[in-house]
C-alpha cells in the first residue's frame, strides 16, 4: 500500500489549494482515505474523510464548508479542495488509509500515510 501526497504550495489568505492522495498497491476492497493536518507544536488531527464504501465525506467542524474531499475511482486518487483559506490551515498534510474500517477522523485509527505536503496561507 503506497500513498503519495502533493498540491501544497504557498498561498495567500482566502485563496485555494488543491491537495491529492494517489493510493497505489491495493488491495480490492473498501477504504477509507482521510486527510489530517500538523502544525508546528500541535497535535495531528483529522481534516476530512471519503469512505469507498457508500461514497460518504466527513469533515472537522473547523473546515466545514471551505474543504471538499472527492475521490477520482478511476484513478484511484483522493482529492481535497481547499477554498478560502486562513492563516490558522497552515500545516503539513498528511493522507492516510484504512481497509475496511468505519469512518473516523482520529489519525490513531489509520495504518497506512503517505509523506506530508506543506501548505502555508499568508495573512
Known amino acids: 500500500v503506497q500513498l503519495q501526497a502533493s498540491g501544497g504550495g504557498l498561498v495567500q489568505a482566502g485563496g485555494s489549494l488543491r491537495l491529492s492522495c494517489a493510493r497505489s498497491?491495493?488491495?480490492?476492497?473498501?477504504?477509507?482515505t482521510g486527510w489530517f493536518r500538523q502544525a508546528p507544536g500541535k497535535e495531528r488531527e483529522g481534516v476530512s474523510c471519503?469512505?469507498?464504501?457508500?461514497?460518504?465525506?466527513y469533515y472537522a467542524d473547523s473546515v466545514k464548508g471551505r474543504f471538499t474531499i472527492s475521490r477520482d475511482k478511476a484513478k484511484n486518487v483522493v482529492h481535497l479542495q481547499m477554498d478560502s483559506l486562513k492563516p490558522e490551515d497552515t500545516a503539513v498534510y498528511y493522507c492516510?488509509?484504512?481497509?475496511?474500517?468505519?469512518?473516523?477522523?482520529?489519525?490513531?485509527?489509520?495504518?497506512?500515510w503517505g509523506q506530508g505536503t506543506q501548505v502555508t496561507v499568508s495573512s
Open positions: 498497491g491495493f488491495v480490492p476492497g473498501d477504504y477509507v
Open positions: 492516510a488509509t484504512l481497509y475496511q474500517g468505519e469512518w473516523t477522523l482520529d489519525p490513531n485509527m489509520y495504518p497506512y
Open positions: 471519503f469512505s469507498d464504501r457508500d461514497s460518504n465525506t
